[in-house]
């Protein structure tokens, strides 16, 4: 029994970075398209990771180093635990909305140690902006799950996604305005422009990142690949009804939720991408600004309304 549970969770984190390292080679063709060049081909992410997880590493920042990688990639891999893929739920109990936010928290802690363990300013100054950025677009993104948990009566991801058979949430005039922000709160969590700042390459040399090479930056750009599906999908999760159209139990239909899964976080990931070569990086106090006074203030108003819905 012991043994077919870690198979059945190997299978689905193996599947979560499948889907994100295809994610990772598509989403560079789209920039390069949207750049007017050619691009390298989809799956040029499997041929780096292999090629980076083959190679030697000769310089050693010591065990703690080591250790932030793995610390980080801990914290996506249980977070994507916890997310239904296609309706498929592996770990749910009551208050896993609030267990998923601090696991999502454990990647920018690792990172932190790591920076601190490599000694390079870049990196450090990376980090610093990276726990800026989690303080401004958690706040916006909170708000909104906590209106979800109102209208729901429920803080477990599993029974939000359940209670959407027969509505998407999106469809619910609130949750439009509460979706908007969570999709730009979904822009920063991923780092993509404008919200890029903590990586920045051309001021920062990519940040918290600078010191990663050979199977460290392989390992580096699976964390990637987990961060691509746990976003897109908790996004899916949340206002999507997590892709499930289906709802008798058959192969058919665990096979078509998959799809529509599939899909929706391939649109929502797209739009992320689409803002991400249309606009210029912030600042990080353009940012900050941003995320407390415009963001925080419609996800207050879809909160305040959607209190209204339910007390009427």
């Not at 706040?139 to 509505?167: C, G, N, R, W």
Request: aromatic fraction near 12%; proline fraction near 4%.
């Amino acid at each position: 029994m012991v043994v077919e549970k870690i198979a059945v969770i190997a299978l689905y984190t193996t599947i979560a970075m499948f889907v994100g390292i295809l994610f990772m080679g598509v989403g560079r063709k789209i920039v390069a398209r949207v750049h007017n060049r050619v691009g390298p081909p989809v799956y040029q992410g499997f041929i780096d990771i292999a090629k980076l997880l083959t190679k030697k590493t000769n310089i050693s920042h010591g065990w703690i180093y080591d250790l932030a990688l793995l610390f980080s990639m801990t914290g996506i891999m249980l977070t994507i635990l916890f997310l239904p893929i296609g309706g498929v739920k592996l770990l749910s109990m009551e208050g896993d909305a609030f267990l998923v936010l601090y696991l999502l928290a454990i990647p920018a802690l690792g990172f932190a140690l790591g920076a601190g363990a490599s000694g390079n300013p870049n990196a450090a100054i990376g980090v610093m902006r990276a726990l800026v950025m989690m303080l401004s677009y958690e706040l916006p993104f909170v708000i909104t799950l906590i209106a979800l948990m109102i209208y729901y009566d429920t803080s477990s991801i599993a029974q939000i996604v359940e209670m959407q058979h027969a509505k998407w949430a999106i469809m619910i005039p609130p949750f439009v305005l509460a979706a908007a922000v969570a999709d730009m709160a979904l822009q920063g969590m991923l780092m993509e422009a404008p919200f890029d700042i903590p990586t920045a390459p051309h001021e920062i040399a990519s940040g918290p990142m600078a010191e990663f090479g050979g199977k460290h930056l392989g390992a580096l750009m699976i964390y990637k690949a987990g961060t691509i599906v746990a976003y897109t999908t908790l996004f899916v999760d949340l206002f999507l009804g997590g892709g499930v159209v289906m709802h008798d139990g058959s192969v058919l239909a665990y096979l078509a939720n998959f799809a529509v899964w599939f899909i929706l976080i391939f649109l929502v990931f797209t739009l992320s991408l689409l803002i991400n070569t249309s606009f210029p990086r912030f600042r990080i106090e353009q940012a900050f600004k941003f995320y407390w006074k415009y963001e925080a203030l419609l996800a207050f108003i879809s909160l305040i309304w959607v209190y209204l819905m339910v007390i009427s």
